[in-house]
T-cell receptor
Framework: DAGVTQSPTHLIKTRGQQVTLRCSPI?????VSWYQQVLGQGPQFIFQ???????GRGNFPDRFSARQFPNYSSELNVNALLLGDSALYLC?????????????FGPGTRLTVL | AQTVTQSQPEMSVQEAETVTLSCTYD???????LFWYKQPPSRQMILVIR??????QNATENRFSVNFQKAAKSFSLKISDSQLGDAAMYFC?????????????FGTGTRLTIIP
């Protein structure tokens, strides 16, 4: 079975630009979460979606937005990029998004903002 | 808010030996989950082991086991018979169970080096 997939693998943008990252969950999983991992730190929670509805939001500015599609895939959008947005963006999927479910991670998208 | 602390930025162990990675956490919830994830240089975050807070018995997965001390809010990972493939960053994570607070909260990680 395929695991969580993310695209693109790497991305280079300049300050002020906008970026869209994509995630496909494990087949049968209905919840997707997004995390930002700055170099040398642990991942920080950005969003959780379940059945196309936002279920949780971390302490990130409104420049960050996300959505989930009927096939449970998800997109993370970041507007007006700042140098500090450079990070590894991880997507994780779980069956229901409940705390009882384990989250399985994708390989991440490395975003570099110049 | 929950916090997770990993006080060992780096650890090293001889191949075939045993190593223990430390993790403490803070929460006011009574029901929650704790995880150890491994992140090798390939960046993929891989689940190592999971512990349910309401279970007294410590979780075990092959060479990996935990020492869960709920009252002390401590959750350490023991790796037995260390192998070269165990070299990675190890992250301790807390998972809530209350609706809307089911996100994972991670520690800052411990880099584990295996010495041949």
């Amino acid at each position: 079975d395929a695991g969580v997939t993310q695209s693109p693998t790497h991305l280079i943008k300049t300050r002020g630009q906008q970026v869209t990252l994509r995630c496909s969950p494990i087949s049968g999983h209905k919840s997707v979460s997004w995390y930002q991992q700055v170099l040398g730190q642990g991942p920080q929670f950005i969003f959780q979606y379940y059945e196309k509805e936002e279920r949780g939001r971390g302490n990130f500015p409104d420049r960050f937005s996300a959505r989930q599609f009927p096939n449970y895939s998800s997109e993370l959008n970041v507007n007006a990029l700042l140098l500090g947005d450079s990070a590894l963006y991880l997507c994780a999927s779980s069956f229901s998004g409940m705390g009882t479910d384990t989250q399985y991670f994708g390989p991440g998208t490395r975003l570099t903002v110049l | 808010a929950q916090t997770v602390t990993q006080s060992q930025p780096e650890m090293s162990v001889q191949e075939a030996e045993t190593v223990t990675l430390s993790c403490t956490y803070d929460t006011s919830e009574s029901d929650y989950y704790l995880f150890w994830y491994k992140q090798p240089p390939s960046r993929q975050m891989i689940l190592v082991i999971r512990q349910e807070a309401y279970k007294q018995q410590n979780a075990t997965e092959n060479r990996f086991s935990v020492n869960f001390q709920k009252a002390a809010k401590s959750f350490s990972l023991k790796i037995s018979d260390s192998q070269l493939g165990d070299a990675a960053m190890y992250f301790c994570a807390y998972g809530g169970t209350n609706f809307g607070n089911e996100k994972l909260t991670f520690g800052t990680g411990t880099r584990l080096t295996i010495i041949p």
